[in-house]
């Protein structure tokens, strides 16, 4: 076999989503531990009055507990090169959890199981069913009393509209919590608290051995022979195809805190996983395996480090081996280009790197050229990478700089944080940058707009909310705006390309406008 795809086949490239606090970064933590990237749990995490893990660098992600960017963490385990991709923790930031996603190729769904699915965080397992991608569930802190391991089901069952297949089954809860019976395996995995350890100690006993009661007591003895025998009878079967297709969500028990159930988690992944898929192109397919390098940008983020105000684009390479100082060719600019000092990114901690392949995530330094979506390849075999999708900003705000002195700065910062995708900007119609219209997804990205604003770009800023809620991209070519008819709350705008839209408040003004303006096209997402 050659060694491109020996490199390629050993390659699994993840995103890893939860709800804040259900236990993301313990359990990445611990999947670190195992492949040897750290060598003491609670290095990544740090200390407990200082609450950060490594891939929770941002100063407000830091004050706030969650984590509102993604970062890319790379290890090694039993022979695999394994791509962990850091996702926000919050429904605010769908977008670009989405977007992280396309970089993906299947995701682990982390789940408090005291509390199931969380109201705030459906919005958020949804974007990861729309990308159709692998999501095995990880049900976290049994050691804690926790819910119905049956309701636990049906919440995902509900919410995410796609089947369950418990790989494993957990024993009681909290005090009681006994440990976890492996379907496949047909056998007890006994809780045994192990925190910090990198080897931990594994105990198994059958549910035949006739001292079980031992182990588990005679009451949970009883309720787990017979949950065997109902999941057995009447849960969904096992179907890989339906796994890799996104349609059957593998859900194992355990707790990421204690390091109990985590290795036999992380070896059934590696097997329900498959190596870098194809990607699809405008006019065609890309393979893994193709000798041409390839890769796309899924997200720039800029000041990642304050010190050197710099401006990093990541993507992820799709075929071929990307190797230091080769010219590539990048598409959307229609230029050769050098990617110049290429690195994987472990949170704060940056590697240069020689050599990269298919499934990883490089992150390059970007003078500005980049946009989310454009494709980066060979300039003797270009291609071109389906684009990604923007979401409708549902929350709309005036923000203008406090000091008229610092406009430069105040363009230049909302122009960048606009690039990198956190937020979309517009202007009313013949209007300059003194005022903009800020469009999000989800209002916390107006903090972080704020924040990054004050402390990245030294402008303060004044925001005013707007009552608007849809927005609509004029399709038409030939309509001057400012002669459409419309309702008196509805406002002209135009997105920073120069096209137009609309702000409605209500579906009643949008009806109204299409009926006042016949052959108006008004279109839900734009080319942004
Ligand atoms: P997140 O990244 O999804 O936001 O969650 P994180 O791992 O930071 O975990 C949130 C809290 O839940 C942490 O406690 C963590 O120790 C705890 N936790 C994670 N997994 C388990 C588990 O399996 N069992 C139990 N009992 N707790 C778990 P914290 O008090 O907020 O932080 P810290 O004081 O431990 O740093």
């Given at each position: ?11 699994r ?92 190729d ?9 509390k ?53 089954w ?68 096992f ?19 204690t ?35 390839s ?13 050197h ?19 590539v ?7 050769k280009?050098?990617?110049?000092q290429?690195?994987?990114i ?5 590697e ?24 980066i ?17 549902e ?92 309702a008196?709350?509805t406002?002209r705008?135009?997105?920073m ?32």
């Amino acid at each position: 076999m050659s060694d491109l795809k020996n490199q390629i086949d050993k390659r699994r490239t993840f995103a890893i989503i939860s709800h804040p606090d259900a236990g993301k970064t313990t359990l990445t933590e611990k999947l670190l531990l195992y492949g040897g990237a750290i060598n003491v749990a609670g290095s990544v995490k740090g200390k407990k009055t200082a609450k950060h893990a490594v891939s929770d660098w941002m100063e407000i992600e830091k004050q706030r507990g969650i984590s509102v960017t993604s970062s890319v963490l790379q290890f090694n385990y039993n022979g695999y090169c394994i791509n962990i991709l850091d996702t926000p923790g919050h429904q605010d930031f769908s977008e670009d959890t989405y977007r992280t996603l396309m970089a993906a190729d299947s995701a682990v769904m982390v789940i408090d199981a005291s509390k199931g699915v969380e109201n705030q965080t459906k919005k958020l397992f949804k974007v990861c069913v729309m990308r159709h991608i692998p999501i095995i569930t990880f049900i976290n802190k049994m050691d804690r009393d926790a819910k119905s391991p049956y309701d636990l089901l049906e919440d995902i069952e509900n919410v995410l509209g796609i089947n369950t297949c418990p790989m494993n089954w957990p024993i009681a809860s909290g005090k009681d919590f006994k440990g976890v019976y492996d379907r496949s395996k047909k056998e007890i995995l006994c809780f045994t608290a192990n925190n910090g350890q990198h080897e931990v100690e594994k105990k198994t006993v059958s549910p035949d051995d006739p001292n079980l009661e031992e182990y588990v007591g005679s009451l949970h003895k009883q309720e787990l022979l017979d949950d065997i025998e109902l999941l057995d009878g009447a849960g969904d079967e096992f179907d890989l195809e339906a796994v890799r297709t996104g349609k059957l969500t593998p859900v194992f028990f355990g707790s990421a805190l204690t390091n109990f159930g985590v290795e036999p988690f992380l070896e059934e992944f590696l097997k329900l996983t498959t190596p870098p898929l194809p990607r699809e192109t405008v006019d065609g397919i890309v393979k893994p395996y193709d000798e041409d390098f390839s890769a796309f940008v899924f997200k720039i983020q800029a000041n990642m480090n304050k010190a050197h105000r710099d401006r990093i684009a990541f993507m992820r390479i799709c075929s071929g081996k990307f190797k230091k100082d080769m010219e590539v060719y990048h598409v959307q600019g229609e230029k050769k280009i050098r990617l110049s000092q290429p690195q994987q990114i472990m949170a704060q901690e940056r590697e240069i790197i020689d050599e990269a392949y298919a499934g990883d995530i490089i992150g390059v330094f970007d003078p500005g050229i980049f946009s989310i979506g454009d494709t980066i390849c060979m300039a003797s075999n270009k291609v071109k990478f389906k684009g990604i999708p923007t979401f409708a900003p549902e929350h709309f705000s005036l923000v203008r700089q406090k000091d008229t002195m610092k406009r430069k700065q105040f363009v230049k910062g909302t122009t960048q944080i606009a690039q990198e995708g956190a937020i979309q900007v517009f202007r009313e119609l013949d209007a300059g940058m003194e005022e903009v219209i800020v469009g999000v997804v989800g209002v916390l990205q107006f903090d972080v707009f704020k924040y990054r604003l004050e402390n990245e770009y030294n402008v303060d800023v004044v925001m005013e909310g707007l009552p608007y809620q849809f927005i609509r991209w004029i399709g038409n070519k030939d309509v001057d705006p400012k002669k459409l008819d419309l309702a008196s709350d509805t406002k002209r705008i135009c997105d920073m390309r120069g096209n137009n839209l609309l702000l409605f408040t209500s579906y009643w003004s949008i009806d109204w406008a299409l009926e006042h303006n016949k052959g108006l096209i008004l279109e839900e997402f734009g080319n942004v």
